[in-house]
């Protein structure tokens, strides 16, 4: 039996997170002033006593959920992954899981990628919708052919899980897509409260300077695969780790073809470590027979 341990991404934030680590260990209060030190304000405070429009912040949700999730890691007594995975964001908390990044570099890492998203998101309206109950293949086609007609950038963001497949691109391009897409049998198409076009084109803009902060940040040897988003597989190769981590900007979060290949590959338990528990949820939609847990 092979234990994974996933990590969950933007939109599982919820106002007071972290606290109760906070409060009960030395360890996690220390882990949370050393990032109020290195992110230059005190995230800590939005965490515990802001409210939901403060933590939708980017530059505030991403650092949040990862200080969350590495705390959470950190916390469980004699823990040894056989496999990582993270959702978006969350691959960074899962590189410091199995070695990769140190807690320090992983924050710094995500501190550039939220700034750089959140300004790729104002050279342009572009937003994000979720499509319910709809193959995967139809929908890609659909969207295929309105990008061909139209000219309108829109693209499959992330595979959730079987029936929830989230699109990502124009605001014209999304909104053409969503007519279509309930045409063709989608039982909800529902534009969501993101700041722009995640993992599509409109990313682009954001990538270079990933990039610099990448090429300059010391990646280690894993101890563990990481099932990266991008190429839904096992990844162990440092400069692999690289080049998938800057082509998630740009590139489908490919979550049901990660999980799925975890358990092709043995995992038979899923830890979900860190806030909310949106991952257990698509897991089981993944996957029924398999053990799913949770670590706050």
């Not at 104002?122 to 919708?129: I, Q, R, V």
């Not at 909310?276 to 706050?296: E, F, M, S, W």
Request: charged content about 20%; some cysteine.
């Amino acid at each position: 039996m092979k234990h994974a341990y996933i990590f969950p991404g933007q939109g599982s934030q919820f106002p007071g997170m972290g606290k109760e680590h906070y409060t009960h260990s030395a360890f996690a209060k220390k882990m949370f002033e050393q990032a109020n030190e290195i992110l230059g304000f005190r995230i800590s405070d939005i965490m515990f006593e802001g409210t939901e429009a403060e933590l939708k912040q980017t530059n505030v949700t991403q650092p949040a959920v990862f200080i969350h999730s590495v705390i959470a890691y950190k916390s469980i007594d004699g823990v040894r992954p056989d496999m990582v995975a993270g959702h978006s964001l969350g691959e960074i908390s899962a590189l410091v899981a199995n070695g990769v990044l140190r807690f320090e570099d992983g924050l710094n890492l995500v501190a550039v990628r939220a700034s750089a998203m959140q300004k790729a998101c104002e050279l342009a309206p572009s937003a994000m919708s979720a499509i319910l109950a709809l193959e995967d293949e139809k929908v890609e086609l659909i969207l295929a052919d309105i990008t061909k007609e139209s000219g309108e950038v829109v693209v499959p963001a992330n595979y959730n899980s079987p029936g929830q497949l989230v699109i990502s691109g124009s605001l014209r391009g999304v909104e053409l897509a969503n007519e279509r897409l309930k045409a063709a049998g989608a039982r909800r198409a529902l534009m969501l409260q993101v700041s722009g076009a995640f993992h599509s084109p409109f990313m682009e803009p954001a990538m270079e300077e990933l990039k610099t902060v990448i090429e300059q940040t010391t990646f280690y040897t894993p101890n563990a695969a990481i099932y990266q988003n991008v190429v839904a597989k096992a990844v162990v190769s440092k400069d692999d780790i690289k080049k998938n981590l800057i082509d998630q900007l740009t590139g489908a979060v490919k979550w049901s073809q990660s999980v799925n290949a975890m358990i092709s590959d043995g995992a038979s338990r899923f830890t979900e470590v860190g806030p909310g528990r949106v991952l257990q949820g698509l897991v089981h939609k993944i996957n029924k027979d398999v053990q799913v847990d949770k670590v706050d």
